[in-house]
């Protein structure tokens, strides 16, 4: 049973440039958590998504950014004209239906650079 | 005030020695309490969660819980060079159940000394 999976693992983008960052959960978990984590930070959370619906997106910037979790396909977090503090590791997240308190798990994390 | 709180460190130990992690946390209303583990560049990974006031045992890993106090804390016992990571104390933050909105301490980098 593979893990959450996230590509590209590491993007280079210019400033200006659109970056797209994919996530796959786990088999059978509908809910999707995308979290960012700049250098010598802890995590901050982004977005919380189920199959096409926002749930919660309090943390998401309010301009440049998006996320969806369409029926078919990865979880996509969109950010348009980037700048260079976009730069982080953004890491996804996947939990099973009614998993209450359950586990998070994490996939390995898409490296953004923009230069 | 941050909503999860955790000494930086890092935290020096010789190995074999017991490692002690400690957490607080602002809203009393959390109800689930997770640690991670995150090696340098890699993702969190769980390695235990506790929803009850007292301890919690697993292999070397003891967490143990006090809600009225607000404080988390994972001790490991028999610590290994292995164990050097930082650690992440995590709370459930959600405004209400179902899911989980996870806020993150900074996390406390624990080195173990062979």
């Known amino acids: 049973n593979a893990g959450v999976m996230q590509n590209p693992r590491h993007l280079v983008r210019r400033r200006g440039q659109e970056a797209r960052l994919r996530c796959s959960p786990m088999?059978?978990?509908?809910?999707v958590y995308w979290y960012r984590q700049l250098p010598e930070e802890g995590l901050k959370f982004m977005v919380y998504l189920q199959k096409e619906n926002i749930i919660d997106e309090s943390g998401m910037p309010k301009e440049r950014f998006s996320a969806e979790f369409p029926k078919e396909g990865p979880s996509i977090l969109r950010i348009q004209q980037v700048v260079r503090g976009d730069s982080a590791a953004y890491f996804c997240?996947?939990?099973?239906?009614?998993?209450?308190?359950?586990?998070?798990?994490f996939g390995p994390g898409t490296r953004l650079t923009v230069l | 005030q941050k909503e999860v709180e955790q000494n930086s460190g890092p935290l020096s130990v010789p190995e074999g020695a017991i490692a002690s992690l400690n957490c607080t946390y602002s809203d009393r209303g959390s109800q689930s309490f997770f640690w991670y583990r995150q090696y340098s560049g890699k993702s969190p990974e769980l390695i235990m969660f506790?929803?009850?006031?007292g301890d919690k045992e697993d292999g070397r890993f003891t967490a143990q819980l006090n809600k009225a106090s607000q404080y988390v804390s994972l001790l490991i016992r028999d610590s290994q060079p292995s164990d050097s990571a930082t650690y992440l104390c995590?709370?459930?933050?959600?405004?209400?159940?179902?899911?989980?909105?996870?806020?993150f301490g900074t996390g406390t980098k624990l080195q173990v000394i062979p």
């Open positions: 995590a709370v459930n933050t959600a405004p209400s159940g179902g899911y989980q909105k996870v806020t």
């Open positions: 088999k059978g978990h509908s809910h």
């Open positions: 997240a996947s939990s099973p239906p009614a998993s209450g308190g359950d586990t998070q798990y």
């Open positions: 506790i929803y009850s006031n």
